[in-house]
């Protein structure tokens, strides 16, 4: 009885000095840049919810670098260009931090991302798709979502044709996104125009931030569209479908990827967002991979939902294969290992979102897009 209460005592020793010596090993620090407040802090909000919850899962299952626990170290961009580079200079500054997720917003990501590629520091970013982020000739900028021209061909291919559209109008925001999707979008129109098989009767950009846009959408009335393609955010998506509706203008409304998600519901209201259409990648309900029931369940244990839009999922993937590069490398402060790393080995990992892989440029790979529709209980789902 005495050896059993003494191998036991000892097993319980060796227990406690094993935990003690995983506590005493220093985390390894990711950088999260998001917009907590300013205009699109729903979404940054929620990307901070879903680093953490990643970190969370590697954490539990025993770390990385032999039991290291991850860690996020957030700093709050606003969703503002000058507040990124703020932001990224004090993540950029701190020598334990191995890499970056960084942000929501092409125009955001920018600044932020040249302040990054100075300091030879990996940045992905979970939400930003303007083209030209990765025609620079960056070595250490990377993304987890798609681009836009992706989205414009995919628009093209598929929603004059759904609509019976022969009357398109476009308007966008002037944003790096916004006009970049527009411009790529009317690229990708350009065959069926030349051909005549439609017209783009409206091309135009509001101001961000305004809430009358009742000048902009009555020139558009004049034009009679048959459809309508908004490519800026959600804030300025709903206030314009409310005030088309309430000027006469009835056609099919679809948003780009940034137009649409509960708080655009919110802000319109049912009655306006029901039968309002978006193209976007998969929305985290939609998300087929084990992986992704994983992180979608202890979300929405942790609070009480499933992020709205795809990007806080986009985040919290750039998080995994910043964490799975860094395992593997064994480098957590060589930046340029682990660029080179992401950009030669990860290929098929698997992730929230689908298997990870980057081209040479630092896009990533083979991004899905669907359209989807605001149903009558306020749902976004697929449409059918």
Same mark, same amino acid.
């Given at each position: 009885?005495?050896?059993?209460?003494?191998?036991?005592?000892?097993?319980?020793?060796?227990?406690?000095?094993?935990?003690?010596?995983?506590?005493? &090993?220093?985390? $390894? *620090?990711?950088?999260?840049?998001?917009?907590?407040?300013g205009?699109?802090a729903?979404?940054?909000?929620?990307?901070?919810?879903?680093?953490?919850?990643?970190?969370?899962?590697?954490n539990?299952?025993?770390?990385?670098?032999?039991?290291?626990?991850?860690?996020?170290?957030?700093?709050?961009?606003?969703?503002?260009?000058?507040?990124?580079?703020?932001?990224? =200079? &004090? %993540?950029?500054?701190?020598?334990?931090?191995v890499?970056?997720?960084?942000?929501?917003?092409?125009?955001?990501?920018?600044?932020?991302?040249?302040?990054?590629?100075?300091?030879?520091?990996?940045? %992905?970013?979970?939400?930003?798709?303007?083209?030209? !982020? =990765?025609?620079?000739?960056s070595?250490?900028?990377?993304? =987890?979502?798609?681009?836009?021209?992706?989205?414009?061909?995919?628009?093209?291919?598929?929603?004059?044709? &759904?609509?019976?559209?022969?009357?398109?109008?476009?308007?966008?925001d002037?944003?790096?996104?916004?006009?970049? *999707?527009?411009e790529?979008?009317?690229?990708?129109l350009k065959?069926?125009?030349?051909?005549?098989?439609?017209?783009?009767?409206?091309?135009?950009?509001?101001?961000?931030?305004?809430?009358?846009?009742?000048?902009? !959408?009555?020139?558009?009335r004049?034009?009679?569209?048959?459809?309508?393609?908004?490519?800026?955010y959600?804030?300025?998506?709903? !206030?314009?479908?409310?005030?088309?509706?309430?000027?006469?203008?009835?056609?099919?409304?679809?948003?780009?990827?940034? #137009?649409i998600?509960?708080?655009?519901?919110k802000? /319109?209201?049912?009655?306006?967002?029901?039968?309002c259409?978006?193209t976007?990648?998969?929305?985290?309900? @939609?998300?087929?991979?084990?992986? #992704?029931?994983?992180? !979608?369940?202890?979300?929405? @244990?942790?609070?009480g939902d499933?992020?709205s839009?795809?990007?806080?999922?986009? /985040?919290? +993937?750039?998080?995994?294969?910043?964490?799975?590069?860094?395992d593997?490398?064994?480098?957590?402060t060589?930046?340029?290992?682990?660029?080179?790393?992401?950009?030669?080995?990860?290929?098929?990992?698997?992730?929230?979102?689908?298997?990870?892989?980057?081209?040479? &440029?630092? +896009?990533r790979?083979?991004?899905?897009?669907?359209?989807? $529709? $605001?149903? +009558?209980?306020?749902?976004?789902? %697929?449409?059918?």
């Open positions: 009885m005495k050896r059993t209460v003494a191998l036991a005592g000892a097993l319980l020793l060796v227990c406690a000095l094993a935990a003690f010596a995983a506590d005493t &090993k220093p985390p $390894v *620090l990711i950088g999260l840049q998001a917009p907590i407040t205009p699109w729903y979404e940054g909000q929620m990307a901070r919810q879903a680093t953490q919850i990643a970190a969370d899962l590697i539990q299952k025993g770390g990385i670098l032999g039991g290291r626990q991850v860690q996020i170290v957030l700093e709050d961009d606003a969703g503002q260009p000058q507040t990124s580079a703020l932001a990224a =200079t &004090k %993540i950029g500054g701190q020598k334990n931090i890499a970056a997720v960084s942000t929501y917003g092409s125009s955001v990501t920018e600044p932020a991302s040249n302040i990054y590629e100075k300091r030879r520091m990996v940045n %992905i970013a979970y939400g930003a798709t303007a083209v030209r !982020l =990765t025609e620079r000739g070595k250490y900028f990377f993304r =987890t979502c798609s681009r836009d021209d992706s989205q414009a061909e995919f628009f093209a291919k598929a929603v004059p044709l &759904k609509f019976g559209a022969k009357r398109i109008a476009i308007m966008h002037n944003t790096a996104f916004g006009k970049g *999707l527009a790529n979008t009317r690229d990708a065959g069926m125009v030349d051909s005549g098989k439609l017209q783009i009767v409206y091309y135009d950009a509001i101001t961000p931030g305004e809430k009358d846009f009742h000048v902009p !959408l009555t020139k558009m004049e034009t009679k569209p048959d459809l309508w393609y908004y490519t800026g959600y804030a300025e998506a709903a !206030l314009l479908v409310t005030q088309a509706r309430e000027i006469g203008i009835t056609c099919p409304f679809v948003g780009g990827n940034a #137009a998600n509960a708080e655009f519901v802000i /319109a209201g049912l009655p306006v967002a029901k039968g259409f978006m976007n990648e998969p929305l985290p309900a @939609d998300l087929p991979t084990p992986e #992704a029931r994983e992180f !979608l369940k202890a979300y929405k @244990d942790k609070f499933i992020p839009s795809p990007w806080p999922v986009y /985040a919290a +993937d750039a998080v995994n294969i910043i964490a799975y590069a860094v593997k490398t064994g480098s957590p060589d930046g340029t290992a682990l660029a080179e790393y992401l950009r030669s080995k990860v290929n098929g990992v698997p992730g929230i979102t689908g298997k990870i892989g980057f081209t040479d &440029k630092g +896009d790979e083979g991004v899905p897009l669907f359209l989807y $529709v $605001v149903d +009558d209980q306020g749902n976004i789902v %697929i449409s059918r």
